[in-house]
């Protein structure tokens, strides 16, 4: 149960809010082209369960109920992401252009994602020329709702998206290219920079990204095993990281990158306004085990120079990821020090688990240890302004399908009827209790 001692107060003006996104729950497949998910989930074994984001919570035609649902709860803000197939559809734009207004009307800051994994089908991360694309649809995202959307994301998770869908396939569009998957990550920096040039030239501000981040724990204090440890660090916390804040790739990498990379860095390196950090669990990591292994449902071959293992002693998540609120604190201190001066303000962007009921005591657990981490890295003077719960909606949990419910709110995907858990009603109540 999450403790009766009272939530400490975070600074006044912090932004509490939830995120979701749109291949997760918007369904109307048949009103857009289709995109890399779409083909990937029609492919026999790719997703446990089978199903596709087709329908997933039909919120295209119920988005009015969701925005109750907001305003209800009381957030500052909800983060959702812009699917870039729906842009490119005729009338596509129509739909956000309501949503926003539908959000405004209810006290509810819309904070939009411009890429949260559904690449158009035709388009392709292996080719440079899809940052420019990206930045052509950045523009005219902007041009039609910049007069009212005033905060945005450029991309979410970069990391995972180069290492699950490009190295190791289990994510859309499925490819296995290990390392050969690098010029993923960087065309999608060089997408965020151009991106953030394309919202700057239409006048906007309050820019931010959405990157996964995680304390790494070394197996233990064998060399190799720290060797290992710091070579995953590398990936997941440096890779994206050090590029935007320190417009430079981390040693050894930069080489390995396609293009002018020099010149690329200097976009990739444009200023930012503030630092997305979604952030679920801390991973350990020792030296290969000399075979393929099996992580969370993802396979990982030999040949990595690091293998993942179990952290014991903590819960898990109905995902079995282990819950490790202190990690959060860590991950938050961590970077202030890593970047310093460099690193803009922060915003937890993605922060949730899976667990099922309507009676969701164990998400209130772990919410409550959660943000109490937080409130800990603030008072070690990290500057953190928002807090987004994933996820408002139950929805189609990529790979895993519809068996992971991170919701606040329950859906029925049969009739999509949404229910209220528990966890809504104590995120509800810490709100009101935040604003006195
Ligand atoms: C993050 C993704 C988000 C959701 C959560 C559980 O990696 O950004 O879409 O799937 O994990």
């Not at 539908?102 to 939009?112: N, Q, S, T």
């Not at 940052?131 to 905060?151: I, S, Y």
């Not at 869908?165 to 050969?180: C, I, K, Q, S």
């Not at 099996?294 to 819960?315: N, Y």
Request: some cysteine.
């Amino acid at each position: 149960m999450a403790t009766t001692n009272p939530m400490p107060r975070l600074p006044a003006g912090f932004l509490w809010g939830v995120s979701t996104s749109a291949h997760q729950i918007e369904g109307a497949a048949d009103e857009r082209g289709p995109s890399v998910w779409d083909v990937f989930t029609a492919e026999p074994g790719r997703v446990r369960d089978g199903s596709t984001a087709a329908v997933a919570c039909d919120h295209v035609h119920r988005h009015r109920e969701d925005v109750a649902l907001l305003a209800d709860l009381g957030v500052d803000a909800y983060r959702f992401s812009v699917s870039w197939p729906r842009v490119r559809a005729e009338g596509g734009l129509d739909f956000y252009d309501r949503l926003v207004d539908d959000l405004l009307a209810a006290g509810v800051r819309p904070v939009p994602t411009l890429f949260h994994w559904d690449l158009p089908a035709d388009l392709d991360w292996l080719e440079r020329d899809t940052a420019e694309r990206f930045a052509e649809h950045v523009a005219r995202v902007v041009a039609r709702l910049g007069d009212r959307v005033t905060k945005w994301i450029t991309l979410n998770e970069p990391a995972e998206h180069t290492l699950l869908g490009h190295a190791l396939g289990v994510h859309a569009p499925g490819r296995t290219l290990l390392f050969d998957a690098l010029p993923v990550a960087h065309h999608q920096l060089l997408a965020h920079g151009l991106a953030v040039r394309a919202l700057r030239a239409a006048g906007t501000f309050d820019i931010g990204i959405a990157n996964s981040h995680g304390p790494t724990w070394p197996a233990s204090d064998d060399e190799a095993d720290v060797a290992a440890a710091d070579f995953y660090d590398t990936l997941l916390n440096r890779l994206f990281a050090d590029p935007l804040l320190l417009g430079r790739y981390p040693e050894g990498i930069g080489g390995l990158m396609p293009g002018d990379v020099e010149a690329d860095l200097k976009i990739i390196a444009e200023p930012i306004d503030w630092y997305g950090i979604n952030y679920y669990a801390p991973t350990r990591v020792g030296a290969p085990q000399g075979g393929e292994i099996e992580f969370g449902g993802v396979r990982m071959p030999a040949e990595l120079p690091f293998s993942v293992r179990e952290i014991a002693g903590h819960p898990v998540t109905g995902f079995g990821w282990p819950v490790v609120p202190e990690a959060l604190t860590e991950v938050l201190t961590v970077f202030a020090d890593r970047y310093g001066d460099r690193l803009p303000p922060v915003v937890v962007t993605e922060n949730g688990c899976a667990y099922d009921g309507l009676d969701d005591t164990d998400r209130i657990t772990y919410l409550d240890g959660h943000v109490r981490a937080l409130h800990r890295a603030v008072e070690a003077g990290v500057d953190v302004r928002g807090y987004f719960v994933w996820s408002l909606l139950d929805n189609f949990e990529w790979a895993e399908g519809y068996g992971r419910r991170f919701g606040l709110v329950h859906v029925d995907f049969d009739t999509q009827r949404r229910t209220p858990k528990a966890s809504y009603g104590w995120y509800r109540a810490l709100l009101r209790e935040q604003r006195g």
